[in-house]
């Protein structure tokens, strides 16, 4: 969903993650002021940039993401209340590095409490706004990028028949493929020359099809 993972239920364990780098296990969260403390463009701005450029101040941060060094400066604080981000050790103010605690997170929303639901109701809604509004931009440019480029991404849609059972089964097998070059996230020396940050998306949910009267889950 993002350069790192945002997922509604927990992933498989990962290796141990060497020290001064993200851990590449999800971090599994379930409080409610957790998720609240994440939904904020900024501070989903800086994790998504701790994510892809690694160790950043606050100067950094902000050069890349349009915002001043002293607002970026604020919410690094914020995420670490939280636990989100930490100190990367030396430097002192806007000159102090960050760095992600860990790559990605996972949150449950159904079968919680009234307060986790909507907190998590929330964030995805900004999230997903996020996502799509970086598809919007890549269908807007894609014509500038070289052919091989071109030809390698695309969309791809099908519908199917499935239980509860089979589209978690059929999610935890995508999710492997999808986690497949997390590690390059963390490591730089295992990227090719030639790779460049990529975002998929992968969503499965229910539907319906022409007309009908009313689409509550309880009518087939």
């Not at 851990?23 to 994510?51: F, G, M, N």
């Amino acid at each position: 969903m993002s350069p790192f993972l945002y997922a509604t239920d927990a992933m498989t364990e990962t290796p141990e993650t060497p020290a001064g780098r993200p851990s590449l296990e999800p971090r599994e969260i379930k409080d409610p002021r957790e998720l609240r403390a994440l939904t904020h463009p900024v501070r989903l701005s800086l994790i998504e940039v701790l994510a892809t450029e690694g160790t950043l101040t606050a100067t950094e941060a902000g050069g890349l993401i349009g915002e001043s060094p002293t607002t970026c400066s604020f919410h690094f604080r914020q995420l670490a209340r939280y636990g989100f981000v930490e100190e990367a050790g030396g430097g002192a103010g806007r000159n102090r590095p960050w760095r992600l605690v860990n790559l990605g997170m996972s949150f449950e929303e159904a079968g919680q409490d009234a307060e986790m639901a909507i907190a998590a109701e929330s964030l995805e809604g900004l999230l997903y706004g996020r996502m799509f509004d970086r598809f919007e931009q890549w269908r807007r440019v894609k014509l500038s990028y070289p052919d091989e480029w071109q030809s390698a991404c695309g969309v791809n849609e099908t519908i199917m028949y499935v239980t509860p059972a089979e589209l978690r089964e059929l999610i935890e097998e995508l999710r492997s493929l999808l986690t497949r070059y997390h590690e390059r996230l963390v490591d730089p020396s295992l990227r090719p020359p030639d790779a460049r940050i990529v975002e998929v998306l992968a969503a499965a949910y229910p539907v319906r099809f022409g007309r009908v009267r009313d689409d509550s889950p309880d009518r087939a």
